[in-house]
């Protein structure tokens, strides 16, 4: 299993097709693969736990906002260690993407200014959760 895993990522199929890790991404401080996948995997662990942390905190919609929004934007932002942020920034903003990606960051945006600015539990946890369909019809 982790044999084809690391194939994948490193780009040693047969099919010769793009790899995860590919050597454009090797800019990214120059980084090993596997530092890359570690990288990846601790940023998307710490996203996580702060949108379970904000799940705690659901009652305080400041508390819960910012913390959401840490973790969603740290899970998010954690495949830049798998592309690189050139290449990401790329694939988000795509013909195809760009809308999903406009919403998506027009509701982190709107999530912050209804807890931290009008102070609405209602529309700050509307807010933090229709941030998800971009995600997912994109996916």
Do not use: H
Request: glycine share 8%; hydrophobic share 55%; with cysteine.
């Amino acid at each position: 299993m982790w044999g084809k895993l690391n194939q994948s990522t490193l780009g040693d199929n047969e099919e010769g097709g793009e790899s995860l890790l590919d050597e454009e991404s090797e800019g990214l401080f120059n980084l090993s693969a596997t530092q890359r996948m570690y990288a990846f995997a601790a940023c998307f662990l710490a996203g996580m736990l702060c949108m379970f942390l904000s799940m705690i905190v659901f009652a305080k919609p400041i508390k819960f906002a910012v913390l959401f929004t840490f973790g969603n934007l740290l899970a998010v932002g954690s495949t830049a260690f798998l592309f690189g942020p050139a290449r990401q920034m790329r694939m988000m903003f795509d013909t195809v993407r760009v809308f999903a990606t406009a919403i998506y960051l027009g509701c982190v945006v709107l999530a912050l200014i209804c807890a931290l600015l009008i102070r609405s539990k209602i529309l700050t946890i509307l807010q933090s959760y229709v941030r998800f369909a971009p995600l997912f019809g994109t996916a």
